[in-house]
């Protein structure tokens, strides 16, 4: 569903500690970072009939908790 829309997944890894801020209510375990090309991409895939069938689902059921920080970008080593 993100290829489709011209995203990819850029990482994932395991979180391991809060180094700098609150500890308390920060207690993630994985985290991803995820590029669409214009939020409207992100959008259309979150609001899709496919995404509620095929992924919400799964989302539901594996986090307790989820967050999603919706950032532009003003540095990147990503592209070239």
Do not use: Q
């Not at 959008?43 to 995404?51: F, G, H, K, R, V």
């Not at 799964?58 to 908790?65: S, T």
């Amino acid at each position: 569903m993100i290829r489709a829309r011209g995203g990819t997944l850029l990482w994932t890894g395991e979180a391991k500690a809060v180094a700098l801020g609150p500890h308390d209510g920060n207690e993630w375990d994985f985290v991803a970072l995820v590029y669409y090309p214009t939020v409207s991409a992100f959008l259309d895939m979150m609001t899709s009939e496919a995404y509620e069938r095929e992924a919400d689902p799964h989302r539901v059921n594996g986090c307790a908790e989820h967050l999603i920080i919706a950032t532009s970008e003003a540095y990147s080593k990503f592209k070239k």
